[in-house]
Every structure is written in structure tokens, then in C-alpha cells.
């Protein structure tokens, strides 16, 4: 249970709404993308109505995710941030800094474990390296053609313009036709560690729950082994259980894309809220806003941080928001306080 | 109140900081305290106060309702636990609306961290780390039935008032008999600052 309850009616019909216009425009971007289906695989249409339905789920959790008071206020404040003209005029690199800093190296995971850190760094790039590959694949916008039929020499086109020309004998088609097989590769080892740690860490293993911490390891394990098996079938079975496996990978990557906007995965959506709230705090650090606790005056963090949280409070009916202008400790000390005080004279 | 919880009697507290030594053995955090032992008037009195996840029930958890990014899950036993490290995104809401002054914060890894009434002991029935070594009873593991058992005339509250809220919680403090149909003071609105009346 998380805190909070049902979902009012018209947030669950606004969240309907977003994922009907955002599955629309996919599949209007497909059609267009594949100039009218010509360029569109058939045989990975599982695939792309998959991605349709993740498109529609992913939507409908993001506006059920912003209408919250917590995300609502800090939506408002993190895109406030990110495009104020006035924010870019002062510190140009501070948001590409911290997408690469926070999005991509998650500097924050080193900081918990440096095992989860190079774990959690090889799914990502590997999960990175596959959507580039098989979103645009399964969507028709990418294209192999050979003028010969058969090759060696592929173009590789875009929505049918031609990007670059190679040979696939060579180091770059090898690499081309085995995008997938690397990010197998970085995806087995990382996830492999993960699962590892969900047996055997304690701290891993507490309150932890089948579906949504073990789920996602094994879907990822299992796209990544039916992926290698299918190159493994092609070069050294002469395809031999191909259809099996292909069938077997089909349907856990359409489970997985399913899942995604309503399990673990659904993380890789909500991160980037960081680097919004970071850029929110930075601006008023920026400024020297800092707000001081009024007991201790320690300080506790921005001015406009402590506003919007008692904004939030506010809006969540909590009446004690005056209380966030105090610092943990002193909030402790004064409570402690009042029992000595009022409750038992003898504490003391 | 939940069944078996913690009560907490500040009038037993004698600051030995055993409860903090032994909350870094608890395999959810392990290295790292997560009970807070306070000196509510250092150098002029030794009341000291430990402070663990009160588990608050009405409103249930505000840590987790200003979360932005819904990291903090409350279990069906009542138990809030600790921010989810996948989601939590170390914004610190809920460190500061707390209004226990509970949670704690890992800038450096963008993580919130707080107690969570050792649930790899306590989802299988054993007493926490700070209530099995507190040597004089200050923490408590427990039903109110069996507290009573042990300490006869002994009375609990699971109600504290600041300002004009309520917050109804999960663990409870052990009051003096004619308290008990009062909430426990939490502290706000604020008398006294550093000696000063701050009344207006």
C-alpha cells in the first residue's frame, strides 16, 4: 500500500485521455515513419503493439504519477527550472552537467555500492543500446536493404534515407548486425549481480516482493538469453529452433514492455524528476536563498524548497507545515521538551 | 497502534547509546544508525530522548504522502518503510515533514533512509536491535497487554498533538496514568527558543 489512496476520477480520466492522444501519435509516427507501412516488418508486429500499449501505460502512469501534491508541485518547480531562460543565462552547464553526472553515470549509485554501481551501469548501457536498436526497428524506421538482395554491401536508412552504407563482413557490419548480442552481453552480468543480491543480502532480501523486485531480473535475463540464443541457432544450428526461440524472446519482450510503466521498470520514467528537483535547488543556492532552521539555525535547505514543501503539506492537509521551518534534531529536542514539561516532570 | 510495537519511556532512558550501537547491526541498513538519541537539555539535565519511526497511522505516514516520487511504502502491517532505493530520488520532503524528525538523508547517494522497526526481525516475530538491547526497558517490544503484564498501573499513548493536528502513530510512549485520554505534546507550537519566550 502506499500512502495516499484511490486515484479521484478525473485524474484517472485526464490519465486515460494522455495515453489514448500519446498511443495515437505513435502509431501515426509509425505509419509516418515507415513511409505508409512500406518499410514495416510484419513479422515484428507483437513487437510495435507492444510498444503502442507501452506508450498508452506509460502516459496514463506519468499523469496519475504529476497529479499527486508531492510530484505536481515539483513537476511545476523542475520544468519551471529547466526552462528558465534566465537559469541557462547563468549556468549553461549545469544541466547538461547533471544529466550526465545523474542520468547517465549515476554518480549517486557509486555513492550506495560501487558493485551496484558497474552492475546497474551495464544494464543501463545495455538497455540504452537495445531500445536504439529495436524501437525504431520494430517501428519501421530503420531499414537494412541490400542492392544485391543477399549483400555483403547494406545500406542502413532512416525513414527511408539512406545514412550510411557498409560492408557487412567487416569490423562495422559485425557490429551493426550484433548491436543486440553486445547489449546482451552488458545486460547478463549486471542483471546476474542483482539477482545474486536479491538471495543473498540481507538488507536486499527484506520486505522484498516477487513481482516487483525479482520479476524484472528475470524478464531481463530471459530477453537477454533468448537474444543470444537466436545469433547462437543462426551460426551454429543452422537456424535450428530458431521459431521456438523467437517466439519464446517475442513474448518476454512484450511482457516486459507491458510491465514497465507499472513495475520497477517504471523508475527509468520517474528518475529524470530528479534532475529537475535538483535544478530547482540549485537555482535558489544560486541565489543564496537558504533557509535556516529557527531554533538551531542550522541550515535546512532552500527558501524556495521549504516554501513549496509547506505548499505541499498544505495541499495535503497535514497542519503542522509551520514545523518543516525546524530542523530534525530541534523538532526532536523541542518535543522531548514539552514532554519533560507537560507529560513527565520525573523524566527530567 | 499496531499489535506488538514499540513502546518508548524517556523516564527509563538512561543516553547509553546501546540502541544506537545495536541499530547498526540491522541488516536493512547495516553500518548506519537509524534511532536518534537526543539530549533534550544537554549540560543542564541528562534527559535524553530516543526517537524511532513513530509509524504514524492518521494521517498515515505524511513522509510518504509529500514523497514526490512515491518511494516510501507502507506495508500492510503499518509499517512505513524505508524509501524504495530505486525511486527515492533524495529530495528530502520527507525528512523535513516529518514531524517526528525521523528520517535521515544520504546527499551523496540521493537516498532516504529510516527506521523500519527492524522489519527483517520483526516480520518474523523477533524484537528489534534497540529494544532488545536497551537495559532499562526504555524501548519496549511488545503488546500494550504485555507491557502492562510487566510494569503494572503503567499507561500508553499513540496520540500526539501539534498544534492544532493530531497525528495518531503506529509506536507508542508510555505516560504517566492521568495523561492518557490527552495526546503527547509534539513540541509545536514552539515556547521557548534557546531560553526565549517565543510566545506571541
Same mark, same amino acid.
Given at each position: 500500500?502506499?500512502?495516499?489512496?484511490?486515484?479521484?476520477?478525473?485524474?484517472?480520466?485526464?490519465?486515460?485521455?494522455?495515453?489514448?492522444?500519446?498511443?495515437?501519435?505513435?502509431?501515426?509516427?509509425?505509419?509516418?515513419?515507415?513511409?505508409?507501412?512500406?518499410?514495416?516488418?510484419?513479422?515484428?508486429?507483437?513487437?510495435?503493439?507492444?510498444?503502442?500499449?507501452?506508450?498508452?501505460?506509460?502516459?496514463?502512469?506519468?499523469?496519475?504519477?504529476?497529479?499527486?501534491?508531492?510530484?505536481?508541485?515539483?513537476?511545476?518547480?523542475?520544468?519551471?527550472?529547466?526552462?528558465?531562460?534566465?537559469?541557462?543565462?547563468?549556468?549553461?552547464?549545469?544541466?547538461?552537467?547533471?544529466?550526465?553526472?545523474?542520468?547517465?553515470?549515476?554518480?549517486?549509485?557509486?555513492?550506495?555500492?560501487?558493485?551496484?554501481?558497474?552492475?546497474?551501469?551495464l544494464?543501463?548501457?545495455g538497455?540504452?543500446l537495445?531500445?536504439?536498436?529495436?524501437?525504431?526497428?520494430?517501428?519501421?524506421?530503420?531499414?537494412?536493404?541490400?542492392?544485391?538482395?543477399?549483400?555483403?554491401?547494406?545500406?542502413?536508412?532512416?525513414?527511408?534515407?539512406?545514412?550510411?552504407?557498409?560492408?557487412?563482413?567487416?569490423?562495422?557490419?559485425?557490429?551493426?548486425?550484433h548491436?543486440l548480442d553486445i547489449a546482451a552481453v552488458l545486460v547478463i552480468p549486471g542483471?546476474?549481480?542483482?539477482?545474486?543480491?536479491?538471495?543473498?543480502? &540481507?538488507?536486499?532480501?527484506?520486505?522484498?516482493?516477487?513481482?516487483?523486485?525479482?520479476?524484472?531480473?528475470?524478464?531481463?535475463?530471459?530477453?537477454s538469453?533468448?537474444g543470444l540464443?537466436?545469433?547462437?541457432?543462426?551460426?551454429?544450428?543452422?537456424?535450428?529452433?530458431?521459431?521456438?526461440?523467437?517466439?519464446?524472446?517475442?513474448?518476454?519482450?512484450?511482457?516486459?514492455?507491458? !510491465?514497465?510503466?507499472?513495475?520497477?521498470?517504471?523508475?527509468?520514467?520517474?528518475?529524470?524528476?530528479?534532475?529537475?528537483?535538483?535544478?530547482?535547488?540549485?537555482?535558489?543556492?544560486?541565489?543564496?536563498?537558504?533557509?535556516?532552521?529557527?531554533?538551531?539555525?542550522?541550515?535546512?535547505?532552500?527558501?524556495?524548497?521549504?516554501?513549496?514543501? &509547506?505548499?505541499? @503539506? &498544505?495541499?495535503?492537509?497535514?497542519?503542522?507545515?509551520?514545523?518543516?521551518?525546524?530542523?530534525?534534531?530541534?523538532?526532536?529536542?523541542?518535543?522531548?521538551?514539552? !514532554?519533560?514539561?507537560?507529560?513527565?516532570?520525573?523524566?527530567? | 497502534? @499496531?499489535?506488538?510495537?514499540?513502546?518508548?519511556?524517556?523516564?527509563?532512558?538512561?543516553?547509553?547509546?546501546?540502541?544506537?550501537?545495536?541499530?547498526?547491526?540491522?541488516?536493512?541498513?547495516?553500518?548506519?544508525?537509524?534511532?536518534?538519541?537526543?539530549?533534550?537539555?544537554?549540560?543542564?539535565?541528562?534527559?535524553?530522548?530516543?526517537?524511532?519511526?513513530?509509524?504514524?497511522?492518521?494521517?498515515?505516514?505524511?513522509?510518504?504522502?509529500?514523497?514526490?516520487?512515491?518511494?516510501?511504502?507502507?506495508?500492510?502491517?503499518?509499517?512505513?518503510?524505508?524509501?524504495?532505493?530505486?525511486?527515492?530520488?533524495?529530495?528530502?520532503?520527507?525528512?523535513?515533514?516529518?514531524?517526528?524528525?525521523?528520517?535521515?538523508?544520504?546527499?551523496?547517494?540521493?537516498?532516504?533512509?529510516?527506521?523500519?522497526?527492524?522489519?527483517?526481525?520483526?516480520?518474523?516475530?523477533?524484537?528489534?536491535?534497540?529494544?532488545?538491547?536497551?537495559?532499562?526497558?526504555?524501548?519496549?517490544?511488545?503488546?500494550?497487554?504485555?507491557?502492562?503484564?510487566?510494569?503494572?498501573?503503567?499507561?500508553?499513548?499513540?496520540?500526539?498533538?501539534?498544534?492544532?493536528?493530531?497525528?495518531?502513530?503506529?509506536?507508542?510512549?508510555?505516560?504517566?496514568?492521568?495523561?492518557?485520554?490527552?495526546?503527547?505534546?509534539?513540541?509545536?507550537?514552539?515556547?521557548?527558543?534557546?531560553?526565549?519566550?517565543? &510566545?506571541?
Amino acid at each position: 500500500m502506499r500512502a495516499g489512496g484511490l486515484v479521484p476520477r478525473s485524474v484517472t480520466g485526464r490519465a486515460t485521455a494522455a495515453g489514448v492522444i500519446v498511443s495515437l501519435l505513435l502509431v501515426v509516427a509509425i505509419v509516418l515513419g515507415s513511409r505508409f507501412l512500406e518499410h514495416f516488418d510484419s513479422a515484428l508486429l507483437p513487437y510495435a503493439v507492444a510498444t503502442v500499449f507501452l506508450a498508452f501505460g506509460v502516459a496514463y502512469r506519468y499523469t496519475v504519477w504529476v497529479s499527486a501534491p508531492g510530484a505536481k508541485r515539483l513537476f511545476k518547480k523542475g520544468w519551471g527550472s529547466l526552462f528558465s531562460v534566465d537559469n541557462f543565462r547563468r549556468a549553461p552547464t549545469a544541466l547538461p552537467k547533471m544529466i550526465a553526472t545523474y542520468l547517465g553515470f549515476q554518480k549517486f549509485l557509486g555513492a550506495r555500492s560501487h558493485a551496484r554501481w558497474a552492475a546497474h551501469q551495464l544494464i543501463f548501457w545495455g538497455c540504452i543500446l537495445a531500445s536504439l536498436i529495436t524501437f525504431p526497428l520494430t517501428w519501421g524506421w530503420f531499414t537494412f536493404t541490400s542492392g544485391t538482395g543477399s549483400g555483403p554491401g547494406y545500406e542502413m536508412r532512416i525513414w527511408g534515407f539512406k545514412i550510411i552504407g557498409f560492408d557487412s563482413l567487416d569490423f562495422l557490419g559485425w557490429l551493426m548486425f550484433h548491436g543486440l548480442d553486445i547489449a546482451a552481453v552488458l545486460v547478463i552480468p549486471g542483471t546476474s549481480y542483482f539477482l545474486w543480491r536479491r538471495m543473498k543480502d &540481507r538488507g536486499a532480501v527484506t520486505g522484498q516482493r516477487f513481482g516487483y523486485d525479482l520479476v524484472p531480473l528475470i524478464a531481463l535475463i530471459v530477453i537477454s538469453v533468448t537474444g543470444l540464443l537466436l545469433t547462437f541457432s543462426s551460426i551454429f544450428l543452422h537456424g535450428g529452433g530458431y521459431e521456438f526461440l523467437a517466439i519464446l524472446h517475442m513474448v518476454a519482450v512484450v511482457f516486459t514492455l507491458i !510491465y514497465i510503466p507499472f513495475g520497477k521498470f517504471f523508475h527509468i520514467v520517474q528518475r529524470p524528476a530528479a534532475v529537475g528537483m535538483q535544478l530547482f535547488k540549485y537555482t535558489g543556492r544560486q541565489d543564496d536563498e537558504v533557509f535556516s532552521c529557527r531554533r538551531c539555525e542550522e541550515p535546512i535547505d532552500t527558501t524556495p524548497y521549504v516554501d513549496n514543501l &509547506r505548499g505541499t @503539506m &498544505r495541499d495535503l492537509s497535514l497542519g503542522f507545515d509551520e514545523w518543516a521551518e525546524y530542523c530534525p534534531r530541534c523538532k526532536r529536542v523541542l518535543r522531548g521538551s514539552a !514532554y519533560l514539561s507537560q507529560v513527565k516532570k520525573g523524566f527530567k | 497502534m @499496531m499489535g506488538r510495537t514499540i513502546f518508548i519511556d524517556p523516564g527509563r532512558c538512561i543516553g547509553c547509546q546501546a540502541c544506537v550501537s545495536a541499530c547498526r547491526e540491522c541488516d536493512s541498513h547495516r553500518g548506519k544508525s537509524m534511532i536518534h538519541l537526543d539530549y533534550t537539555d544537554e549540560g543542564q539535565s541528562v534527559a535524553s530522548l530516543p526517537t524511532v519511526c513513530m509509524h504514524c497511522e492518521d494521517p498515515v505516514a505524511p513522509c510518504a504522502e509529500v514523497c514526490p516520487a512515491d518511494a516510501i511504502l507502507v506495508t500492510a502491517d503499518g509499517v512505513v518503510q524505508q524509501a524504495d532505493t530505486t525511486r527515492c530520488i533524495g529530495c528530502a520532503n520527507c525528512v523535513n515533514a516529518c514531524p517526528f524528525g525521523v528520517p535521515k538523508i544520504d546527499l551523496q547517494a540521493k537516498l532516504q533512509m529510516k527506521c523500519n522497526l527492524c522489519y527483517d526481525r520483526t516480520a518474523y516475530g523477533l524484537a528489534p536491535m534497540c529494544a532488545t538491547v536497551c537495559p532499562t526497558g526504555a524501548l519496549f517490544y511488545g503488546t500494550a497487554e504485555e507491557l502492562q503484564a510487566e510494569r503494572p498501573g503503567v499507561q500508553v499513548a499513540d496520540s500526539f498533538v501539534f498544534g492544532e493536528s493530531e497525528v495518531r502513530t503506529g509506536v507508542a510512549m508510555v505516560v504517566p496514568a492521568d495523561r492518557v485520554q490527552w495526546p503527547v505534546p509534539g513540541g509545536l507550537p514552539v515556547v521557548e527558543i534557546n531560553g526565549k519566550d517565543v &510566545r506571541r
